[in-house]
Protein backbone atom coordinates (compact mmCIF):
# COMPACT_ATOMS: atom_id res chain seq x y z
CA UNK A 1 0.00 0.00 0.00
CA UNK A 2 1.45 3.59 -1.05
CA UNK A 3 0.00 6.34 0.74
CA UNK A 4 0.19 10.11 -0.47
CA UNK A 5 -1.13 13.22 1.79
CA UNK A 6 -2.26 16.50 0.54
CA UNK A 7 -3.75 19.63 1.60
CA UNK A 8 -1.70 20.91 4.48
CA UNK A 9 -0.58 24.90 4.10
CA UNK A 10 -0.83 27.73 6.07
CA UNK A 11 -3.37 29.31 8.15
CA UNK A 12 -4.35 31.64 10.54
CA UNK A 13 -5.91 30.70 14.39
CA UNK A 14 -9.67 29.66 13.90
CA UNK A 15 -9.40 28.36 10.28
CA UNK A 16 -9.74 24.86 8.44
CA UNK A 17 -8.28 22.62 6.36
CA UNK A 18 -9.30 19.70 4.84
CA UNK A 19 -6.52 16.91 4.32
CA UNK A 20 -6.90 14.05 1.84
CA UNK A 21 -4.81 10.60 2.00
CA UNK A 22 -5.38 8.73 -1.44
CA UNK A 23 -3.74 5.39 -0.95
CA UNK A 24 -2.84 2.49 -3.89
CA UNK A 25 -4.21 -1.10 -3.45
CA UNK A 26 -7.49 -2.98 -3.90
CA UNK A 27 -7.78 -4.18 -0.26
CA UNK A 28 -8.05 -0.68 1.12
CA UNK A 29 -12.04 -1.07 2.51
CA UNK A 30 -10.26 -3.65 4.99
CA UNK A 31 -7.29 -1.42 6.52
CA UNK A 32 -7.86 0.82 9.57
CA UNK A 33 -6.74 4.24 8.44
CA UNK A 34 -5.48 6.49 10.69
CA UNK A 35 -3.55 9.98 11.00
CA UNK A 36 -0.75 11.30 13.16
CA UNK A 37 1.58 14.25 13.75
CA UNK A 38 4.66 15.41 14.46
CA UNK A 39 5.46 19.21 15.90
CA UNK A 40 9.23 20.15 15.90
CA UNK A 41 11.27 18.87 18.45
CA UNK A 42 8.60 16.44 19.69
CA UNK A 43 7.40 13.06 19.23
CA UNK A 44 4.66 11.48 16.56
CA UNK A 45 1.33 11.43 17.72
CA UNK A 46 -2.03 9.73 17.05
CA UNK A 47 -4.71 12.69 15.94
CA UNK A 48 -7.25 10.16 14.94
CA UNK A 49 -8.11 6.65 13.69
CA UNK A 50 -11.12 4.66 11.66
CA UNK A 51 -11.86 1.28 11.67
CA UNK A 52 -12.64 -0.33 8.42
CA UNK A 53 -15.91 -2.37 10.12
CA UNK A 54 -17.48 -0.25 12.75
CA UNK A 55 -16.90 2.89 11.26
CA UNK A 56 -16.40 4.62 14.72
CA UNK A 57 -13.87 6.91 14.86
CA UNK A 58 -11.68 7.87 17.19
CA UNK A 59 -9.77 10.93 18.40
CA UNK A 60 -6.81 12.60 20.67
CA UNK A 61 -8.75 14.53 23.13
CA UNK A 62 -6.30 17.30 21.78
CA UNK A 63 -8.42 17.25 18.49
CA UNK A 64 -12.18 16.02 19.49
CA UNK A 65 -14.74 18.28 18.75
CA UNK A 66 -12.64 20.36 16.10
CA UNK A 67 -11.23 17.06 13.82
CA UNK A 68 -13.11 14.86 12.04
CA UNK A 69 -11.72 11.76 10.18
CA UNK A 70 -13.96 10.05 7.39
CA UNK A 71 -13.10 7.83 4.49
CA UNK A 72 -14.57 7.10 1.02
CA UNK A 73 -13.73 3.89 0.41
CA UNK A 74 -14.76 3.93 -3.30
CA UNK A 75 -11.96 6.89 -3.77
CA UNK A 76 -9.33 4.84 -1.90
CA UNK A 77 -9.10 8.32 0.40
CA UNK A 78 -9.11 9.55 3.98
CA UNK A 79 -9.70 12.75 5.44
CA UNK A 80 -9.05 14.51 8.42
CA UNK A 81 -10.96 17.90 8.26
CA UNK A 82 -9.60 20.31 10.67
CA UNK A 83 -11.69 23.15 12.07
CA UNK A 84 -11.27 25.89 14.99
CA UNK A 85 -7.18 25.53 14.26
CA UNK A 86 -5.02 26.53 17.16
CA UNK A 87 -0.59 27.46 16.51
CA UNK A 88 -0.53 24.27 18.50
CA UNK A 89 -1.72 22.06 15.35
CA UNK A 90 1.05 23.11 13.87
CA UNK A 91 2.96 19.84 12.53
CA UNK A 92 3.67 17.60 9.61
CA UNK A 93 0.63 15.37 9.48
CA UNK A 94 0.98 11.42 8.37
CA UNK A 95 -1.69 9.20 7.53
CA UNK A 96 -0.97 5.39 8.18
CA UNK A 97 -2.74 2.24 7.62
CA UNK A 98 -2.91 -0.80 9.25
CA UNK A 99 -4.08 -4.40 7.91
CA UNK A 100 -7.64 -5.46 9.00
CA UNK A 101 -9.44 -4.27 11.59
CA UNK A 102 -7.39 -2.40 14.86
CA UNK A 103 -9.24 -2.91 18.12
CA UNK A 104 -9.41 0.13 19.94
CA UNK A 105 -6.57 0.22 22.62
CA UNK A 106 -4.13 -0.45 19.42
CA UNK A 107 -5.61 2.16 17.23
CA UNK A 108 -3.54 4.87 18.90
CA UNK A 109 -0.26 3.61 18.61
CA UNK A 110 2.19 4.47 15.56
CA UNK A 111 3.59 0.86 16.16
CA UNK A 112 0.35 -0.60 15.26
CA UNK A 113 0.54 0.64 11.31
CA UNK A 114 2.00 -0.96 8.64
CA UNK A 115 2.11 2.19 5.77
CA UNK A 116 2.79 5.62 6.50
CA UNK A 117 2.65 8.45 3.90
CA UNK A 118 5.02 11.10 3.63
CA UNK A 119 3.37 13.46 5.35
CA UNK A 120 1.91 16.60 4.80
CA UNK A 121 2.52 20.14 6.93
CA UNK A 122 0.29 22.17 8.79
CA UNK A 123 1.16 25.61 10.07
CA UNK A 124 -1.10 27.37 11.72
CA UNK A 125 -0.52 31.29 12.88
CA UNK A 126 -1.45 33.25 15.72
Known amino acids: VQLQASGGGLVQAGGSLRLSCAAS????????MAWFRQAPGKEREFVAA????????NYADSVKGRFTISRDNAKNTVYLQMNSLKPQDTAIYYC????????????????????WGRGTLVTVSS
Open 96 to 115: AAARGNLILSTSYTKQSYDY
Open 25 to 32: GRTFSSYT
Open 50 to 57: LRWSSGTP
